[in-house]
């Protein structure tokens, strides 16, 4: 971790509903699920009252992922949910400091590079490239979106090298967008 990183404190807590509108069966959670099916059978809606949670549809932290800040999300659709099904879950402080990465249009680092501290709305419109093959985050937790604009699958990007799309979960390199994980 870099030494210009500050984090909360704070005990990140989540409380994950079976049905919308915060009703319904529903569990509370504090920290690293790695099965949350033993407690819940679906999830359709979530509150967010501390950190930054990262949800995954299958259990061991697979699958699509979701990426909450602090909030209410009545019905899936808030998080971008293709479905009800969340299966596992990890906890991430907030984050202030820091932020670089570096994207390439090739796997392993190769072709066309652009360096970034902030966040891309449009990384066409940046990069002149809609995909990416690979990247290096060298600080900070980023959000990686299908669609430009924040929208679509989301990839969550700790510090590492990524030398190729599927490293970071994915099945193809479009990147339609991408930002920092930092308190909104």
């Keep these: 971790m870099s030494p210009h990183v500050t984090m909360s404190h704070e005990l990140g807590h989540i409380i994950f509903y079976e049905d919308r509108d915060?009703?319904?069966r529903h569990y509370e959670c504090s920290s690293d699920c790695a099965d949350l099916s033993p407690y819940l059978s679906r999830c359709n809606s979530i509150r967010v009252e501390?950190?930054?949670w990262v949800l995954y549809e299958r259990p061991n932290y697979m699958g699509y992922q979701y990426v909450l800040s602090r909030g209410e999300y009545p019905d899936y659709q808030r998080w971008m949910g293709f479905n009800d099904c969340i299966r596992s879950?990890?906890?991430y402080p907030y984050v202030s400091g820091n932020y670089k990465m570096r994207i390439y249009e090739k796997p392993d680092f190769g072709g066309q590079m652009m360096e970034f501290?902030?966040?891309c709305p449009s990384v066409y419109?940046?990069?002149r490239h809609r995909d990416i093959h690979s990247c290096h985050v060298m600080d900070g937790y980023w959000i990686f979106y299908e669609h430009p604009n924040y929208r679509g699958r989301q990839y969550?990007?700790?510090p590492g090298e990524y030398r190729r799309y599927s490293d970071w979960g994915s099945y193809n390199p479009t990147i339609g967008s991408f930002r920092r994980m930092r308190d909104f």
């Design 22 to 24: 915060f009703r319904g």
């Design 50 to 52: 501390s950190d930054w």
């Design 89 to 91: 879950c990890r906890s």
């Design 117 to 119: 501290m902030d966040d």
């Design 125 to 127: 419109d940046c990069f």
């Design 156 to 158: 969550f990007m700790r």
